[in-house]
């Protein structure tokens, strides 16, 4: 059986054609792309390493089939930065050691963006960690994952308050 | 993985026949479907993707003040709908105790009522499991039983529904609406999951190929909302399913209790309203003393199936205290850690 998916990765049109439907959104990303930024943890949906943007929303591509995404907008980690300028969620893990070893970071700074777009945790801490919840660090760089994203907050307001001038 | 046939049906029509060979199964997030197909717990030979089929995703406000919540409404999205949230504060409350934030953004109504038991045996396709297999025999009997039931359960089968989302709908007298081959019905949602007996293996009344269109709550549901909460335990703060959990409604007039709603999530095989200790409520004052009594009646029928009988007095003081947090008020804002008993003191950070 073969699909063929149309999909925008990164703001570029992609059209990709699958001998087989089992292929997930993160297979897709990794293997038939090259775009390994995003991460395979756990596969099953525990860990939250696999998390990228879809239309918009942060979702897990590890239990999503690429073929249900067909016309889909896809952000990724490698997406994220502009015109070689950091994001600043990405700048903000950095000010902050929002990871050690960084294997769940493209993850959890895609979650982050996610969360910041949510817009329901504000800058709460606890709501933050909450939010967050879905992305397990195992270097327990949690601390630093959380003063990145009210950081990243901030340094958003500002770029907006900046662009908005 | 299995190998699959996918097909993405336009119509209902379309997707009830594809849906009706043997064999097939409806995709809509995936969450717990590709999870269970990874493992080889289930190898459907077609997938029929409804994600994105038409008319299954809005949330309607009826005449009557009640609500239909389309089939692939995503559990986020209905969460955080601030006219959902304020009329069914519980409801929202479970939702958001539920699963993590990604999946949240793709689990759907439908699939969340229609998720698999999280028994660790069902998911060891090496050992012996009745849900998988019938009549293989039970290898949770006698193994790990930390999430098994207490009310409920059979000799075949002592396995939990895991939803959060359920047990504070039940609680609610949520309907759930179902097309077929045959037209469409509706059922309680009470009576859509079915006790295990001798066939665990058959968990709700959808004969194949039948499709979840929506779920209906009544506007009476609505009239405890100044006093709705959800509670779950869980063995980490976020991001894990209930060992016990309970969702509490109550409406109070005059001081005393007019009506109350108790449902129990994580002690039986399907969401579990607890009607007994509703009427044991109506008439006193919120108060303690009732609160105990009713969590007594709540749990009256349970026994172990293993070695859970931690799970009793625990569900019994998840009720009690669940009661008390309604009787207390709905918070004027969802908590930051929805249904948490460790809800943080102002000021004081949970780490
Ligand atoms: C790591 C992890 C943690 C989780 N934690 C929690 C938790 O704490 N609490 C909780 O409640 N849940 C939890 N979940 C479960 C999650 O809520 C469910 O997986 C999700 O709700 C299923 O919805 P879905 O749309 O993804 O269903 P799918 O996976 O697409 O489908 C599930 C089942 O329902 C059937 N189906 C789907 N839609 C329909 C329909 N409209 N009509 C008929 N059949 C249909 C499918 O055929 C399939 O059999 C967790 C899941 C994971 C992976
Ligand atoms: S409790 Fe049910 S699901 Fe678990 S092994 Fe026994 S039969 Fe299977
Ligand atoms: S790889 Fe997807 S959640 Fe772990
Ligand atoms: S930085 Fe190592 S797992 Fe998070």
Same mark, same amino acid.
């Given at each position: 059986?073969?699909?063929?998916?149309?999909?925008?990765?990164?703001?570029?049109?992609?059209?990709?054609?699958?001998?087989?439907?089992?292929?997930?959104?993160?297979?897709?990303?990794?293997?038939?792309?090259?775009?390994?930024?995003?991460?395979?943890?756990?596969?099953?949906?525990?860990?939250?390493?696999?998390?990228?943007?879809?239309?918009?929303?942060?979702?897990?591509?590890?239990?999503?089939?690429?073929?249900?995404?067909?016309?889909?907008?896809?952000?990724?980690?490698?997406?994220?930065?502009?015109?070689?300028?950091?994001?600043?969620?990405?700048?903000?893990?950095?000010?902050?050691?929002?990871?050690?070893?960084?294997?769940?970071?493209?993850?959890?700074?895609?979650?982050?963006?996610?969360?910041?777009?949510?817009?329901?945790?504000?800058?709460?801490?606890?709501?933050?960690?909450?939010?967050?919840?879905?992305?397990?660090?195992?270097?327990?760089?949690?601390?630093?994952?959380?003063?990145?994203?009210?950081?990243?907050?901030?340094?958003?307001?500002?770029?907006?308050?900046?662009?908005?001038? | 993985?299995?190998?699959? @046939?996918?097909?993405?049906?336009?119509?209902?029509?379309?997707?009830?026949?594809?849906?009706?060979?043997?064999?097939?199964?409806?995709?809509?997030?995936?969450?717990?479907?590709?999870?269970?197909?990874?493992?080889?717990?289930?190898?459907?030979?077609?997938?029929?993707?409804?994600?994105?089929?038409?008319?299954?995703?809005?949330?309607?406000?009826?005449?009557?003040?009640?609500?239909?919540?389309?089939?692939?409404?995503?559990?986020?999205?209905?969460?955080?709908?601030?006219?959902?949230?304020?009329?069914?504060?519980?409801?929202?409350?479970?939702?958001?105790?539920?699963?993590?934030?990604?999946?949240?953004?793709?689990?759907?109504?439908?699939?969340?009522?229609?998720?698999?038991?999280?028994?660790?045996?069902?998911? @060891?396709?090496?050992?012996?499991?009745?849900?998988?297999?019938?009549?293989?025999?039970?290898?949770?009997?006698?193994?790990?039983?930390?999430?098994?039931?207490?009310?409920?359960?059979?000799?075949?089968?002592?396995?939990?529904?895991?939803?959060?989302?359920?047990?504070?709908?039940?609680?609610?007298?949520?309907?759930?609406?179902?097309?077929?081959?045959?037209?469409?019905?509706?059922?309680?949602?009470?009576?859509?999951?079915?006790?295990?007996?001798?066939?665990?293996?058959?968990?709700?009344?959808?004969?194949?190929?039948?499709?979840?269109?929506?779920?209906?709550?009544?506007?009476?549901?609505?009239?405890?909302?100044?006093?709705?909460?959800?509670?779950?335990?869980?063995?980490?703060?976020?991001?894990?399913?209930?060992?016990?959990?309970?969702?509490?409604?109550?409406?109070?007039?005059?001081?005393?209790?007019?009506?109350?709603?108790?449902?129990?999530?994580?002690?039986?095989?399907?969401?579990?309203?607890?009607?007994?200790?509703?009427?044991?409520?109506?008439?006193?004052?919120?108060?303690?003393?009732?609160? @105990?009594?009713?969590?007594?009646?709540?749990?009256?029928?349970?026994?172990?199936?293993?070695?859970?009988?931690?799970?009793?007095?625990?569900?019994?003081?998840?009720?009690?205290?669940?009661?008390?947090?309604?009787?207390?008020?709905?918070?004027?804002?969802?908590?930051?850690?929805?249904?948490?008993?460790?809800?943080?003191?102002?000021?004081?950070?949970?780490?």
């Amino acid at each position: 059986m073969s699909l063929s998916v149309l999909l925008s990765v990164n703001g570029v049109a992609r059209e990709v054609a699958l001998d087989d439907p089992r292929v997930t959104l993160l297979d897709l990303l990794r293997e038939r792309l090259g775009l390994t930024g995003t991460k395979k943890g756990c596969d099953r949906g525990q860990c939250g390493a696999c998390t990228v943007l879809v239309d918009g929303r942060r979702i897990n591509s590890c239990l999503t089939l690429a073929a249900s995404c067909d016309g889909a907008r896809v952000l990724t980690i490698e997406g994220l930065a502009e015109e070689g300028a950091l994001h600043p969620v990405q700048e903000a893990f950095i000010a902050h050691d929002g990871f050690q070893c960084g294997f769940c970071t493209p993850g959890q700074i895609m979650s982050a963006v996610g969360l910041i777009l949510e817009g329901h945790a504000g800058d709460d801490p606890e709501r933050i960690r909450e939010g967050m919840s879905g992305n397990i660090c195992r270097c327990g760089a949690y601390a630093g994952i959380t003063a990145a994203i009210l950081d990243a907050e901030r340094r958003l307001a500002e770029r907006n308050r900046a662009e908005a001038a | 993985m299995n190998r699959f @046939d996918y097909v993405r049906p336009a119509t209902f029509a379309e997707a009830i026949a594809a849906a009706s060979e043997p064999g097939a199964a409806y995709l809509a997030g995936g969450t717990n479907l590709l999870d269970l197909m990874k493992g080889g717990i289930v190898r459907p030979g077609r997938l029929v993707d409804v994600s994105r089929l038409p008319g299954l995703g809005a949330i309607e406000w009826l005449a009557d003040g009640g609500v239909r919540i389309g089939a692939l409404v995503r559990n986020s999205d209905l969460a955080h709908d601030s006219e959902f949230a304020r009329r069914f504060p519980a409801v929202a409350e479970a939702l958001l105790s539920g699963a993590s934030a990604q999946l949240r953004n793709m689990a759907t109504v439908g699939g969340n009522l229609l998720q698999r038991t999280r028994c660790a045996h069902f998911y @060891d396709v090496a050992g012996a499991c009745n849900k998988r297999a019938p009549g293989a025999g039970c290898e949770a009997r006698g193994g790990e039983a930390r999430n098994a039931a207490v009310l409920g359960w059979s000799e075949h089968c002592i396995a939990t529904h895991p939803s959060d989302f359920c047990v504070a709908l039940v609680a609610l007298d949520a309907v759930v609406e179902i097309a077929g081959q045959g037209g469409e019905y509706q059922v309680p949602l009470e009576d859509f999951h079915r006790l295990p007996g001798e066939t665990p293996g058959q968990e709700s009344v959808l004969e194949p190929g039948e499709l979840i269109i929506a779920v209906r709550l009544p506007a009476q549901a609505a009239s405890f909302s100044r006093h709705a909460r959800y509670l779950k335990i869980r063995d980490r703060t976020s991001f894990a399913f209930a060992v016990a959990s309970a969702a509490a409604a109550l409406r109070i007039e005059q001081g005393a209790i007019a009506a109350a709603r108790i449902a129990l999530g994580g002690v039986a095989p399907k969401p579990w309203r607890a009607r007994l200790a509703e009427r044991a409520l109506i008439g006193v004052g919120p108060d303690r003393t009732h609160f @105990d009594r009713a969590a007594e009646a709540a749990l009256a029928d349970a026994r172990p199936s293993g070695d859970n009988a931690f799970k009793i007095e625990l569900a019994r003081r998840i009720v009690a205290r669940a009661l008390a947090l309604a009787a207390a008020g709905t918070p004027a804002r969802l908590p930051a850690l929805p249904g948490s008993p460790f809800s943080p003191v102002a000021g004081v950070l949970h780490v």
